[in-house]
């Protein structure tokens, strides 16, 4: 804890038990559906109005990760795991009469939900039921009108091999829009022909993102694409031609540099019958929302919600009179706000509470860029705690996002508004490599230039060098995931930076990652890291347990031995050849989590854990 005391603190427990509410979807009687881990998991809930008094709908202790309305009946789907294992089962849950049914009972397989048909009487999704490293689709029956019309999962298309995801049905329920991310930045799209099973290609064989389709029943397909560009745009399939046509967004001219005039799009909704859409442009981390009416490529602006920090997941509600979205900001939890359509203002209709921290204690960051060596900028978020100053300065947490295809953004963090509390700063780069800033940006880190992102975070601590308020020897090196490997590489190639380091689920050696994580997604993940038969010998150099023997600050690392993305073999074989170092170590395994720690319970001891040992050595 940092020596500025000049507010009180609070326990992370509290901090962890502000709700985290997200993903919207409204059954067609407009009851709003949403996700919120306030029984400690993510389950499903409803509320009526702005500010009712919520129902919680599923009694489950597993998580939760996707819930989708019927289009015809007041019923939902919902996908739950087990042991956070992320390998989904689908279930079905009448509103009218309250009943849960299983869809899909294969506990050892992914099942990755797709949509509903416009009839609401089938469900689409992919699944590696018959092979752990193939994704196939599968369409079922659920009883439309909630009646006993549950069908099994019927396969209506084996995949090639690897993920394979259902964005959405045609208008005619005749047609499934398939996509296949063969990397975060080349993505395979196509039409399934569900009564001939003929599959036509749309996408054209050049690298480019496809997602947030959705048919517009005269001909035309809308996606969220880059195709052709930097930057995702909001384009249009003429499905005759084939003919891909910018409608809406972004920018082709980018340069790939932070800070210039274009910006990705995304989270694009759009209903069919109104003719309107809604998307938001993502500005340096903040969210623009462009709301319209959409036909053909015109895509004509109408009065859009006003958004401070960042608003995604958009939802029409009938008749698209109302539009709901998932909203944060820095100092805002998530919450589900909604929209009158043309309206400028935004309710939040599940405000939530800070369980008695003061919320004007949530600290809000700076945007900065640091410069690298290259000559390029890096975007960061800059936080200082209470009381910050040359005469008291701070330590600081430098905080790495995972992916490396991910962007951090300026949200409501519990977790970093703990730290902040306990008076340490927190610097969160988007290094090379991240999304958010261009395609050309986010492959400056590929396979053999890898290491170039790690000298980012390098260049981070020296960016913080020159800050009179902070104190450089009590600098942390801290991450998940991908950013956890960014960690256990800072502080075996840049030892004498650091005071401590905390791995959450990070990479120790790439070989043994790509050789042990889930068979449906090593190849996904040799594209962005290099590949075992190609690149065995430079992966194995690069891995920070090559070099292991660098290491001088005190490590903490934390996993789940259910993780299917990276295997908790990588937290064992670290922990252990830094233990043979003579450094201190400590490690934190939960049995019941896997790559994120889901239980409200389990995350209260992580963060006590971790507080304690930054509180020790820094
Ligand atoms: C349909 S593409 C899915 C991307 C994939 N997601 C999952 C659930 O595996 C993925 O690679 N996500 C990255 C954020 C990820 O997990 N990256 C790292 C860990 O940070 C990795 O495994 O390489």
Not at 565 to 580: I, M, S, T
């Amino acid at each position: 804890m940092s020596d500025t005391d000049s507010e009180p603190t609070y326990g992370v427990a509290r901090y962890l038990a502000v709700e985290h509410v997200d993903s919207p979807t409204f059954t067609p009687a407009g009851r709003l559906l949403f996700l919120s881990d306030a029984s400690g998991t993510p389950q499903v809930w409803t509320v009526d109005a702005a500010g009712a008094w919520p129902e919680r709908l599923t009694p489950h202790e597993e998580r939760v990760s996707t819930v989708a309305a019927s289009p015809t009946d007041e019923a939902f789907v919902f996908g739950m795991d087990s042991g956070s294992d992320e390998r989904d089962q689908l279930f079905h849950h009448d509103l009218r009469t309250g009943a849960e049914t299983p869809l899909t009972d294969a506990p050892g397989s992914k099942h990755a939900w797709g949509a509903w048909d416009p009839d609401g009487d089938r469900i689409a999704y992919a699944a590696n039921r018959e092979d752990d490293g193939r994704f196939d689709v599968y369409v079922q029956r659920v009883g439309a009108g909630g009646g006993d019309g549950y069908g099994e999962p019927t396969k209506v298309h084996e995949g090639p091999g690897g993920w394979l995801n259902v964005a959405t049905f045609g208008p005619r329920g005749d047609r499934l829009a398939l996509t296949k991310p063969r990397s975060s930045y080349d993505v395979e799209l196509s039409l399934l022909d569900l009564e001939s099973g003929d599959r036509r290609t749309l996408s054209d064989g050049e690298a480019a993102t496809y997602s947030h389709l959705h048919f517009d029943g005269d001909g035309g397909l809308y996606c969220v694409t880059n195709r052709g560009a930097d930057t995702a745009h909001v384009g249009r399939f003429d499905l005759e031609s084939g003919e891909l046509e910018k409608v809406a967004g972004g920018d082709g001219n980018r340069s790939g540099e932070p800070g210039t005039d274009a910006w990705d799009v995304g989270a694009l909704a759009y209903d069919r019958d109104a003719g309107r859409a809604v998307f938001a442009r993502n500005e340096n981390g903040y969210s623009a929302v462009r709301a319209g009416t959409l036909r053909g490529t015109e895509f004509e602006p109408s009065a859009s919600p006003d958004v401070d920090g960042i608003a995604s997941e958009f939802v029409f509600g009938p008749d698209a009179e109302r539009v709901a979205f998932t909203h944060t900001a820095p100092t805002e939890p998530y919450g589900v706000a909604v929209a009158a359509w043309g309206e400028r203002e935004a309710t939040d209709w599940t405000p939530v509470g800070t369980n008695g921290v003061p919320p004007e204690s949530f600290r809000e960051p700076e945007t900065i860029r640091y410069g690298m060596f290259d000559g390029r900028e890096i975007p960061a978020y800059w936080t200082l705690p209470e009381g910050a100053s040359a005469e008291a300065p701070v330590p600081v947490v430098v905080d790495v996002h995972g992916g490396p295809e991910h962007q951090r953004r300026p949200w409501f963090h519990p977790t970093k508004q703990f730290f902040l509390n306990r008076g340490y700063a927190v610097l969160e780069p988007n290094v090379r490599g991240s999304s958010g800033y261009g395609r050309t940006y986010a492959s400056l880190d590929d396979v053999e230039k890898r290491m170039d992102s790690v000298a980012d975070v390098a260049a981070a601590v020296e960016w913080l060098d020159g800050r009179p308020e902070v104190d450089s020897d009590r600098v942390v090196a801290y991450g998940r995931s991908y950013g956890g490997f960014m960690v256990l590489a800072a502080i075996t190639e840049y030892p004498d930076l650091w005071a401590a380091a905390v791995d959450f689920v990070g990479i120790a050696d790439f070989t043994t990652f790509l050789k042990n994580t889930g068979e449906w997604r090593r190849s996904h993940r040799e594209a962005e890291y290099g590949s075992l038969e190609d690149d065995y010998e430079f992966l194995k150099s690069i891995s920070p347990l090559s070099r292991v023997e660098n290491v001088r600050c005190p490590l903490f690392v934390q996993h789940g031995a259910n993780d299917p993305r990276v295997p908790v073999g990588e937290a064992e074989q670290v922990v252990e050849a830094v233990r043979e170092q003579g450094v201190p170590v400590e490690k934190l395994i939960f049995e019941d989590e896997g790559h994120h720690t889901t239980s409200r319970e389990n995350l209260v001891e992580e963060f006590e854990a971790i507080a304690g040992f930054l509180d020790e050595h820094v």
